[in-house]
């Protein structure tokens, strides 16, 4: 059974940053990070690639962002095997909210933004931006 262990969050005053960590037992092709507010449904917040194949498909690292975390957010993984970093900067208050990170295939090709597209989720961080 594939496991995904979430560390980092925490509280910060807007215009910080935090790091969020994601790392799993088993790495699938693409690793996502959502997060979601009682008021909000799940959002997609920023994807990448984690696999080193197909050939046909994305290179490894390759990313994907949510409108809400271009500009601000950065998702990272050194190797195939290493932690997926999820680096927040300039948060801002509406930033709050539980961070989620997950595993799943390649949709058309593609990691995508969409929560039914990932399988395997960790157990959450929760993130607090004050103003």
């Known amino acids: 059974e594939v496991q995904l262990v979430q560390s980092g969050g925490g509280s910060v005053e807007a215009g910080g940053s935090l790091t969020l960590s994601c790392e799993a037992s088993q790495y699938n092709y693409c690793l996502a990070w959502f997060r979601q507010t009682p008021e909000k449904e799940r959002e997609g917040v920023a994807t990448i690639y984690t696999s080193n194949g197909p050939k046909t498909g994305p290179t490894h690292g390759t990313t994907n962002y949510g409108a809400s975390a271009k500009g601000r957010f950065t998702v990272s993984q050194d190797n195939v095997k290493s932690p997926v970093y999820l680096k927040l900067d300039n948060l801002e208050p509406e930033d709050t909210g539980m961070y989620f990170c997950?595993?799943?295939?390649?949709?058309?090709?593609?990691?995508?933004?969409?929560?039914?597209?990932?399988?395997?989720w960790g157990r959450g961080t929760l993130v607090t931006v004050s103003s």
């Open positions: 997950a595993t799943g295939g390649l949709l058309n090709g593609n990691c995508g933004l969409r929560a039914s597209q990932y399988r395997t």
